[in-house]
Nanobody
Framework: QVQLVESGGGSVQAGGSLRLSCAAS????????MGWFRQAPGKDGEFVAA????????DYTDSVKGRFTISRDNAKNTVYLQINTLKPDDTAVYYC?????????????????WGQGTQVTVSS
């Protein structure tokens, strides 16, 4: 069975940093594009970032460019999201997702596997 497990969320003050991790099992990790999505209370889910199979290509939504960094370690079957200069608007549940392919995607519907989410809360 495929399993994606996020960790690293928590409550921090604005301006702080967090590193989210997503550990994958039950799949050949290097065959999957990996992405991060988030959903804030009362808002639609949105794409955050994605990384190609080898880690050589990344994509970010405009609101997080310059503050968030996605990376992966295929030897550890893990994808990361480094979040810096946190803002209250970053408060959301963050989800890790996987899609088999070679092209990074912003479409949630293209991702076949999802983690349970990890809560990030940013206070002002």
């Amino acid at each position: 069975q495929v399993q994606l497990v996020e960790s690293g969320g928590g409550s921090v003050q604005a301006g702080g940093s967090l590193r989210l991790s997503c550990a994958a099992s039950g799949l050949t990790f290097s065959n999957y594009v990996m992405g991060w999505f988030r959903q804030a209370p009362g808002k639609d889910g949105e794409f955050v970032a994605a990384v190609s199979r080898s880690g050589g290509t990344t994509d970010y939504t405009d609101s997080v460019k310059g503050r968030f960094t996605i990376s992966r370690d295929n030897a550890k079957n893990t994808v990361y999201l480094q979040i810096n200069t946190l803002k209250p608007d970053d408060t959301a549940v963050y989800y890790c997702a996987a899609v088999r392919g070679y092209t990074v995607s912003r479409r949630a519907s293209e991702y076949g596997y999802w983690g349970q989410g990890t809560q990030v809360t940013v206070s002002s």
